[in-house]
């Protein structure tokens, strides 16, 4: 009896020793540190301030690069365009700026006086076109039928407007050359302008 009980204390003892192994292995195994974790970084209040400053400062460059460059471009673009030398000198004459203009295309210019309502007119209108074409001569079309605009300043100029059909030829900077009263075929319109674009050519 007293062995049988002494031999339960052991196994107990025993028992007991191997469970305080297993909870010591168990303590061990949970006070182990986890994997190591990337580092997450805190910034403090004033960091954080600065990376916001930085980044408003990197977006407001964007636009301002982009309106600093729309603005060269506007102020090349608004370039003034420099005003012909001939066409100043034209209108400052007196002449109507239809005529100015054909003076500063070219440096003889065949004014046709022309009516629609005389069939003869349309038919000179039509040589003096052909013959100024003809001649390298600008073309200009007047018609006397309607009042003002260049009729009123040609009017004003000449002192007195020819009869239509009528073909002036004006050379620069703003000769009246040649009066071709009537009907002029295309041959007489050209010899014209010939004759007006001759540098020692004088005024008829």
Request: glycine share 6%; proline share 6%.
């Amino acid at each position: 009896m007293t062995n049988s009980a002494h031999l339960r204390g052991i196994l107990i003892a025993g028992g007991l020793a191997a469970l305080a192994i297993v909870l010591a292995f168990v303590t061990l195994a949970m006070n182990q540190a986890p994997p190591t974790a990337a580092a997450h970084t805190v910034l403090s209040l004033k960091q954080r301030h600065l990376a916001s400053a930085t980044r408003q400062k990197a977006q407001a460059a964007k636009p301002a690069s982009a309106k600093h460059a729309a603005t060269v471009k506007a102020k090349v673009a608004v370039k003034p365009k420099p005003v012909d030398s001939n066409l100043l000198a034209a209108l400052k004459a007196g002449l109507p700026r239809v005529i100015a203009q054909a003076l500063a295309a070219a440096p003889v210019a065949v004014v046709e006086l022309t009516s629609p309502q005389d069939p003869v007119a349309a038919l000179a209108l039509a040589e003096a076109r052909a013959g100024a074409g003809l001649g390298g001569a600008s073309f200009v079309q007047i018609d006397v039928d309607r009042s003002g605009g260049a009729v009123q300043v040609l009017t004003r100029l000449l002192g007195q407007l020819p009869v239509a059909p009528a073909t002036l030829v004006y050379q620069r900077p703003a000769t009246l050359y040649m009066t071709l009263q009537g009907f002029n075929d295309r041959t007489v319109v050209q010899q014209a302008v010939a004759n007006a674009a001759q540098p020692a050519a004088g005024a008829a």
